[in-house]
């Protein structure tokens, strides 16, 4: 099992940034990413970002990249979302993702509990 412990979250003026980490836990795999994704009121899940854990590789969503950096520290076993220049439309539940297959935009994998960011105008 695995478990996934969210933070960061909360609410911040436009224009503003927020830090998000994730600290898993439980059982390991060979080959796996962790990442971010996020929900909207009346919106579906939104890929945002994916690192392999391995190797550090990172991928994004366009409509992130520039202002969500994406980042892990295998030391601790956390990986974290640095938002820069936050706009109301983020406003968003987000959640943390492990994808044990290694895509890490596949929808798969565990979950954590999600944290509210709230983007005030």
């Known amino acids: 099992q695995v478990q996934l412990v969210e933070s960061g979250g909360g609410l911040v003026q436009a224009g503003g940034s927020l830090r998000l980490s994730c600290a898993a836990s439980?059982?390991?795999?060979?080959?796996?990413?962790m990442g971010w994704f996020r929900q909207a009121p009346g919106k579906a899940r939104e890929f945002l970002a994916a690192?392999?854990?391995?190797?550090?590789?990172?991928k994004s969503a366009d409509s992130v990249k520039g202002r969500f950096t994406i980042s892990r520290s295998k030391d601790i076993g956390t990986v974290f979302l640095q938002m820069n220049n936050l706009k109301p439309e983020d406003t968003a539940v987000y959640y943390c993702?492990?994808?044990?297959?290694?895509?890490?935009?596949?929808?798969?994998?565990?979950w954590g509990q999600g944290t509210q960011v709230t983007v005030s105008s």
């Open positions: 439980g059982r390991t795999f060979s080959t796996h990413t």
């Open positions: 993702n492990l994808d044990p297959t290694g895509l890490g935009d596949s929808y798969f994998g565990y």
């Open positions: 690192v392999t854990w391995s190797d550090g590789t990172t």
